[in-house]
């Protein structure tokens, strides 16, 4: 069989994957991933990369990081066309601006801001829409999710008798509040995997079979 170079399978794998009218006019990009057809490429997933430590201070970028990110980059395409869908995308330019600034201010100056941009190859608009496709899908999953999840003072009981040793003997009183805002993160996170499981079980979800990295 015919070993065709690099470039040559990733433009065949492109025109598979998309029809002719699908494609942008001009091409400077590595499509890795398609959700709906809303394609996510190399550079997008580097940027999340860089964000990710700036905002975190993630870990090195393997090839493990990278996939995990990819995934992560999936549900949030996914989050979005739905926050869309039932136009709970209401993020305004102040908001992202806001978001923006926040940002901004975990550097210690200007420059150093401008230099993270230019090391990530990446403008301040495109950072705007990754903050804001951030943003939307926070407030969809408190509208669409976590309002929805109940927790009540007997779960609450429960969970503070069956784990005595994460309260160094302190009272239920004490630790009530902090017990419930716990037990909700975990059921809003439970419920929020089952809604993506069946996001992703009616998606469209294409993955360009090349390696996400020349190791």
Not at 22 to 41: G, K, M, Y
């Amino acid at each position: 069989m015919r070993a065709y170079p690099l470039w040559l399978r990733t433009i065949l794998f492109l025109i598979l994957l998309f029809p002719a009218s699908a494609l942008p006019a001009e091409f400077v990009d590595h499509i890795i991933a398609a959700v709906n057809n809303e394609v996510i490429t190399w550079s997008e997933l580097q940027q999340t990369l860089g964000l990710n430590r700036a905002v975190g201070g993630g870990a090195a970028d393997t090839v493990k990081v990278e996939a995990e990110t990819l995934q992560g980059l999936i549900n949030r395409r996914l989050l979005v066309q739905e926050a869309r869908r039932l136009k709970f995308a209401d993020v305004s330019e102040q908001d992202i601006t806001a978001e923006v600034d926040a940002f901004k201010k975990r550097f210690p100056s200007e420059k150093a801001f401008s230099d993270f941009l230019a090391g990530m190859d990446m403008n301040v608009q495109r950072l705007s829409r990754m903050l804001g496709e951030r943003l939307i899908v926070e407030r969809f999953v408190r509208k669409k999710i976590s309002l929805f999840v109940r927790v009540d003072r007997d779960d609450a009981q429960q969970y503070f008798d069956t784990h005595p040793a994460q309260f160094n003997g302190k009272q239920f009183q004490e630790v009530y509040k902090s017990i419930i805002a716990l037990l909700a993160e975990q059921k809003t996170d439970q419920a929020l995997a089952q809604y993506l499981s069946d996001l992703r079980s009616k998606a469209d979800i294409r993955l360009n079979p090349l390696r996400l990295r020349d190791d």
